[in-house]
């Protein structure tokens, strides 16, 4: 792999972008309002993150970022085979998300090992973002496991 310090970070935002839509479209797979209020959250989230690797990331490269990402990043963060399933329960939401966030975790390992110090710090960064959501998700499950 060979990418340009700009061009990963316009895929970081437009894998973020992706896994904001993801998650707001498979809310409309479940009538369960506990699983639809974890995964608007989730959308939200993402989108949150979406909007602030953009600022940072501009602010990294002291400039303007591709316009477009160049591959297909849209699913890194996502769970596609979930992606028509009907009346997700809550502990199916929380799998589907561990699955999307380590999917996005994997993207990011994959950039932070290509560059070198001081700009793999931002995707490390980024890892440690999802991780951390990995965390929520699994102690959600756990607690659920034993109610
Ligand atoms: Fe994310
Ligand atoms: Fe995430």
């Known amino acids: 792999m060979s990418i340009t310090l700009e061009q990963a970070i316009r895929n970081a935002v437009e894998t973020e972008r992706g896994a904001n839509s993801f998650y707001a479209f498979i809310a409309q797979n479940t009538s369960d309002p ?12 993402e989108k949150g993150h979406a909007d602030l690797i953009e600022k940072l990331g501009k ?36 799998q589907i998300a561990a699955e999307a966030e380590q999917g996005a975790m994997m993207y990011y390992e994959m950039l932070a090992d290509f560059f070198p110090e001081p700009h793999k710090q931002f995707f490390s960064g980024l890892v440690n ?3 951390e959501h990995l965390s929520v998700i699994d102690a959600k499950l756990e607690s659920l496991a034993v109610r």
Do not use: N
């Not at 974890?38 to 939200?44: D, K, V």
């Open 129 to 131: 973002a999802e991780e």
């Open 34 to 45: 506990e699983a639809k209020k974890f995964l608007r959250e989730m959308a939200e989230q």
């Open 59 to 94: 602010k990294l490269v002291d400039g303007e970022l591709p316009v477009h990402a160049d591959s297909f990043v849209a699913l890194q963060e996502t769970a596609p085979g979930w992606k028509f399933a009907e009346d997700i329960s809550l502990v199916e939401a929380l």
